[in-house]
């Protein structure tokens, strides 16, 4: 195995052979790299490269902005509990404002609970036992498929329940 020394000698002596990846270098053709002025020395032009990930969030950005906010959801006001499957709570926070609903960081006078899981037992409880009108436990589908379809579609299919005896009882 060649020395560090001997390593740095043939890569002298071979400063003006086009097989030196120091002098001939492909890099200042590549749009993310450009030659420093003080140094002289290639480097990573970091903003160059992150140009198209600014472009295309700037794009998204203004889409977004653009949406028209529907009425589909019109008066549902959304707490969103844990996991959520094929989506984020981001997303789902972003597509029920969109569609003119209320999105609230607790269950207490919602109209809606949003989860892909069962809600434990303690929670099932409290939310039958509650005062306020009928709370629809249902999945992120139903929040999806209403603003697809245009309009607000039945909670009935869309419901996170244990059990069919939950179900009677909540209705």
């Known amino acids: 195995r060649p020395s560090a020394a001997a390593i740095t ?4 002596t071979t400063l003006a052979d086009e097989a030196n990846p120091i002098t001939h270098s492909d890099s200042p053709q590549r749009a993310d790299y450009v030659v420093s002025c003080a140094t002289g020395h290639q480097v990573r032009d970091y903003k160059a490269a992150r140009k ?27 707490y ?17 404002a969109g ?29 039958l036992k509650s005062k306020s009108s009928k709370i629809h436990v249902v999945g992120p589908e139903w929040v ?8 607000r579609l039945s909670e009935r299919r869309y419901e996170v329940m244990m059990d069919r005896t939950v179900r009677r009882s909540w209705s």
Request: glycine residues 10%.
């Open 9 to 12: 000698k043939h890569l002298l």
């Open 52 to 78: 198209p990930h600014f472009e295309e969030r700037k794009k998204k950005l203004e889409e977004q902005a653009t949406e028209k906010t529907s009425g589909i959801l019109k008066g549902v006001r959304v």
């Open 80 to 96: 969103i509990d844990g996991y959520l499957r094929g989506t984020t709570d981001i997303e789902m926070k972003r597509i029920v």
């Open 99 to 127: 569609a003119g609903g209320e999105i609230r960081h607790t269950a207490s006078g919602v109209t809606h609970i949003l989860t892909s899981q069962w809600l434990s037992a303690a929670k099932t409880q409290k939310l």
């Open 144 to 151: 999806i498929e209403s603003v697809n379809a245009g309009r």
